[in-house]
């Protein structure tokens, strides 16, 4: 999987979209239509982009000291409305997001996914670096309905450059759904440098930020960790608890007999191929082992073995009384 880099002296000369923070990008009441696959067929940047289905609204929210911290996706219409389909969370979640007040990704700790928003675009990506400005690919788009993503504020269309306009031709001979002007417009574009060049940009600004902008961050850490520390209270509090006490002791007793049982016991495994028949010295009720399958017996006796339950003789000799406590033997 290719990684987008551009190099950020570059990218400050060429950068022209707007460049605000992750949740000044992103509104709550406008519409978003959520098409939720996105591939770069030939590797050329220019994604084809597929798969709609619900028209979402954004709800985000805020901490006290104004730092954003969570958003979510909410179905706008239909029959699942006011279901959840994309959601964050920088405090109370496995998603991280810093770099304020210029946040530019809030990405998954361990899946390492994350959402960006630019212009009229809420994008899901895969695989965002550490650093926040490279990236995989493009799972997910959200286009805003409000406005016209290839019409300017006077309402005439944007002039698409040639690449631009040969690929529309190209998605166009292959068959390639419209979704109107918005989604076409922006199927022509080459995302991996729209958004690079958006990430890299916005990197420059975190780095050059004052000692109190980057309180932004501490704020969003302080949040977390007084979330983290709730739980902790609220975990030692039920720890304290008569009925909490009593189930860990009763835990510990069953612990102890099994302790104690498996050094009386032996594990027999029966890997010949068949079911069999165990008997205990003296014994004419066998226990059936599965083939495959193991039993726990009492390691003071002496142990045969048969194939058949039903015939004569005292069967096979498996195991020898008081060799082989807290230990296992096979039958092969």
Same mark, same amino acid.
């Given at each position: 999987?290719? &990684?987008?880099?551009?190099?950020?002296?570059?990218?400050?000369?060429?950068?022209? =979209?707007?460049?605000?923070?992750?949740?000044?990008?992103?509104?709550?009441?406008?519409? $978003?239509?959520?098409?939720?696959?996105?591939?770069?067929?030939?590797?050329?940047?220019?994604? !084809?982009?597929?798969?709609?289905?619900?028209?979402?609204?954004? %709800?985000?929210?805020?901490?006290?000291?104004?730092?954003?911290?969570?958003?979510?996706?909410? %179905?706008?219409?239909?029959?699942?409305? *006011?279901?959840?389909?994309?959601?964050?969370?920088?405090?109370?979640?496995?998603?991280?997001?810093?770099? $304020?007040?210029?946040?530019?990704?809030?990405?998954? +700790?361990?899946?390492?996914?994350?959402?960006?928003?630019?212009?009229? $675009?809420?994008?899901?990506? @895969?695989?965002? #670096?550490?650093?926040?400005?490279?990236? /995989?690919?493009? *799972?997910?788009?959200?286009?805003? +309905?409000?406005?016209?993503? #290839?019409?300017?504020?006077?309402?005439?269309?944007?002039?698409?450059?040639?690449? /631009?306009?040969? &690929?529309?031709?190209?998605?166009?001979?292959?068959?390639?759904? *419209?979704?109107?002007?918005?989604?076409?417009?922006?199927?022509?574009?080459?995302?991996?440098?729209?958004?690079?060049?958006?990430?890299?940009?916005?990197?420059?600004?975190?780095?050059?930020?004052?000692?109190?902008?980057? &309180?932004?961050?501490?704020?969003?850490?302080?949040?977390?960790? @007084?979330?983290? !520390? /709730? =739980?902790?209270?609220?975990?030692?509090?039920?720890?304290?608890?008569?009925?909490?006490?009593?189930? &860990?002791?009763?835990?510990?007793?069953? +612990?102890?007999?099994?302790?104690?049982?498996?050094?009386? #016991?032996?594990?027999?495994?029966?890997?010949?191929?068949?079911?069999?028949?165990?008997?205990?010295?003296?014994? @004419?009720?066998?226990?059936?082992?599965? %083939?495959?399958?193991?039993?726990?017996?009492?390691?003071?006796?002496?142990?045969?073995?048969?194939?058949?339950?039903?015939?004569?003789?005292?069967? #096979?000799?498996? $195991?020898?009384?008081?060799?082989?406590?807290? @230990?296992?033997?096979?039958?092969?």
């Amino acid at each position: 999987m290719k &990684k987008i880099i551009f190099a950020i002296a570059l990218l400050v000369t060429t950068v022209t =979209i707007a460049q605000n923070n992750l949740f000044s990008n992103i509104s709550t009441t406008d519409q $978003y239509q959520e098409y939720w696959r996105a591939w770069d067929a030939e590797g050329d940047g220019t994604y !084809e982009i597929g798969n709609k289905r619900y028209v979402v609204k954004f %709800v985000l929210k805020y901490l006290p000291t104004g730092e954003g911290y969570s958003y979510a996706a909410i %179905v706008d219409e239909g029959n699942d409305k *006011d279901k959840s389909v994309e959601n964050g969370n920088a405090v109370d979640g496995y998603n991280l997001c810093t770099g $304020y007040p210029h946040e530019s990704v809030m990405t998954h +700790k361990y899946d390492k996914d994350g959402i960006v928003a630019i212009d009229d $675009y809420v994008f899901i990506l @895969r695989g965002v #670096s550490k650093d926040g400005t490279s990236f /995989e690919g493009i *799972d997910k788009v959200f286009i805003k +309905k409000a406005t016209g993503s #290839s019409k300017s504020n006077s309402g005439k269309k944007k002039k698409m450059s040639f690449k /631009e306009r040969f &690929k529309a031709l190209k998605n166009n001979a292959k068959g390639v759904k *419209d979704y109107g002007e918005a989604h076409k417009t922006l199927q022509s574009k080459n995302l991996d440098k729209l958004i690079t060049e958006y990430l890299v940009a916005m990197k420059v600004k975190q780095n050059g930020r004052s000692a109190a902008e980057k &309180k932004g961050d501490k704020n969003i850490t302080a949040a977390k960790n @007084r979330g983290d !520390e /709730e =739980i902790k209270r609220y975990n030692d509090s039920i720890k304290a608890t008569p009925k909490y006490q009593k189930m &860990k002791a009763h835990q510990r007793r069953m +612990k102890q007999m099994d302790n104690n049982n498996s050094k009386q #016991s032996v594990t027999i495994y029966n890997k010949t191929g068949k079911d069999i028949y165990i008997y205990k010295d003296g014994s @004419r009720n066998g226990t059936r082992i599965n %083939v495959n399958s193991s039993a726990k017996v009492d390691c003071s006796s002496n142990y045969t073995y048969k194939f058949d339950s039903n015939s004569g003789g005292s069967g #096979s000799s498996c $195991y020898n009384a008081n060799t082989g406590c807290d @230990r296992s033997v096979t039958i092969n």
